[in-house]
């Protein structure tokens, strides 16, 4: 009841409010984490063919879980309480991208330990010259991830933060003296991210863009003031921007191409460099400013970088998909990651990833999934397609976003658009799509590990790319629906 009491509040002020902030997260790439084997023998699925079931629109019979004593049927009644203070979330934040305009609300850290007031806009963030220790950024009224982090040359850079958490403090107090914003999602489709630095000499920087970094590198200055400004990817004109200058440092920062088209990286200091590095959305791993490219194995996991060194993420077209497979939930993160074999290395590939939605009861640790669904109808009375159960005895599913019906054309559109913000009930929601795949490749018996880190895993955590509108219905990742309307 305290949790549903919790989600309930959370949601009207979520009304209230028109939108609040994206879920607090913090991004790093360096997990180094991988899951045991499993057996692969399994029970038959399941598809719950009671007579006095629900049909979906092709007439096959709905499952649904049955009550039996007075502890499920309040403990159903809770769920379909915290769905639908979910729901009522969704709802508002639904509104608030239609009658709001989207900006960034940035705070920094000051060296007495306190937080400068709000900055909204692209208003100068002030230290009283005093400079800063770490910064958070939140995203607010559009869709996607504003993603950041700090530098100092005593510590290098910090882990990547992400929609409002702060970035790391350095144990020795050191100063911001440069810093990185990017986006992902939909948000980085619409519009770039400018910024600009004060320097404690005086020195007033140019703006730089997307990923780039904005101070100063090993030069003994630090930042002491800075503005953020988004602009749209579809304005028209010329930027109102002097990029020149925008980071005082021995030499260029960041990524560039060589003449065979593979990334090489110049660090701001002018020491060699070996790690991962990005250029805006592209992730690459540089050993000697030199990109890899091929499988390689870096931190505990197999990747593949083409030919100009990008890391791929989706590795299905280029290895098939071929179980048996590991899925590992990061609830903290709300990212899945599939992995597959390589041989007696165990689970290390990482296949695929998807966005999901977990909720505060998700349980955590390792379980085998016993049985699966076409289509379910959940307690708050509305339907999910392609889930698949947990774990036995656990009323916790994998499964798709909302319907309102068994049909794929009553779609509760705004379950689509804050997938991996707004919190689930417990079930592991995914895109349409991504259910499905999880439902047809992963046979009964597969192994699920469910874990809270701050790293969303071997990948960056995937985002929306772009929004539907309050009056679709239907998944455009969803291939049943997607052919039904020539898409």
């Known amino acids: 009841m305290n949790k549903f009491i919790r989600r309930s509040a959370a949601a009207l002020l979520a009304v209230s409010l028109l939108f609040g902030q994206s879920i607090t997260a913090l991004a790093d790439q360096d997990d180094s984490n991988s899951g045991p084997a499993f057996a692969t023998q399994a029970p038959q699925e399941t598809g719950g063919q009671a007579a006095e079931q629900p049909t979906d629109n092709q007439g096959n019979a709905v499952s649904q879980d049955p009550i039996t004593n007075q502890a499920d049927a309040e ?23 239609v009658a709001n305009t989207p900006y960034l609300q940035i705070q920094v850290l000051k060296p007495d330990m306190t937080w400068t007031p709000p900055v909204v806009g692209d208003d100068f963030v002030q230290t009283d010259g005093m400079g800063f220790r770490s910064i958070g950024i939140y995203l607010n009224n559009i869709v996607g991830n504003v993603i950041y982090r700090t530098y100092s040359s005593a510590n290098g850079w910090t882990q990547w933060a992400m929609n409002g958490d702060h970035t790391a403090l350095w144990d020795d107090g050191s100063l911001v003296e440069a810093f990185q914003i990017r986006f992902s999602g939909f948000v980085g489709n619409k519009f770039d991210v400018y910024y600009c630095s004060v320097l404690s000499d005086g020195s007033e920087l140019g703006w730089t863009r997307n990923g780039s970094a904005s101070g100063a590198m090993a030069v003994g200055k630090y930042i002491t003031s800075f503005r953020v400004s988004l602009w749209g990817k579809e304005t028209e004109g010329a930027i109102p921007y002097n990029t020149d200058h925008p ?7 960041g990524v560039s191409f060589g003449e065979n088209g593979v990334a090489v990286f110049s660090s701001g200091t002018g020491a060699p460099y070996t790690g991962w590095g990005w250029n805006d959305r592209d992730r690459y791993y540089f050993v000697d400013n030199q990109a890899v490219t091929g ?3 870096v931190d505990g996991y197999k990747y593949y970088f083409d030919e100009t060194g990008k890391v791929v993420s989706d590795l299905e077209p280029l290895i098939g998909a071929n179980g048996p497979y590991l899925i590992r939930i990061n609830k903290q993160m709300n990212t899945t990651t599939v992995y597959v074999q390589d041989g007696a290395n165990g689970f290390i590939i990482p296949l695929k990833t998807f966005l999901c939605s977990t909720g505060d009861d998700t349980p955590t640790g390792t379980f085998k999934t016993p049985e699966k669904y076409r289509w379910r109808l959940m307690n ?42 707004v919190r689930s009930a417990g079930c592991i929601r995914y895109l349409s799509s991504d ?6 490749h992963c046979s009964i018996g597969t192994t699920i590990e469910v874990y809270n880190s701050p790293i969303p895993g071997p990948y960056e955590r995937p985002a929306i790319e772009q929004i539907i509108s309050s009056d679709q219905h239907w998944d455009p990742s969803d291939p049943v629906a997607a052919a039904e309307h020539q898409q």
Do not use: M
């Not at 009644?77 to 608030?96: G, L, P, T």
């Open 75 to 97: 403990s159903a009644a809770a769920q379909a309480a915290a769905e639908e203070a979910a729901a009522a979330e969704e709802a508002a934040r639904q509104a608030a991208i």
């Open 247 to 253: 980071l005082d440092s021995a030499t260029n920062d």
């Open 295 to 297: 499988w390689q194995y």
């Open 380 to 421: 708050s009375g509305v339907y999910c397609q392609y889930a698949t159960r947990l774990g036995p005895g656990l009323s916790f599913l994998l499964h798709s976003i909302i319907y309102e019906s068994p049909n794929v054309n009553t779609l509760k559109p705004e379950t689509y658009n804050f997938l991996g913000v």
């Open 435 to 440: 259910a499905k795949w999880i439902y047809d």
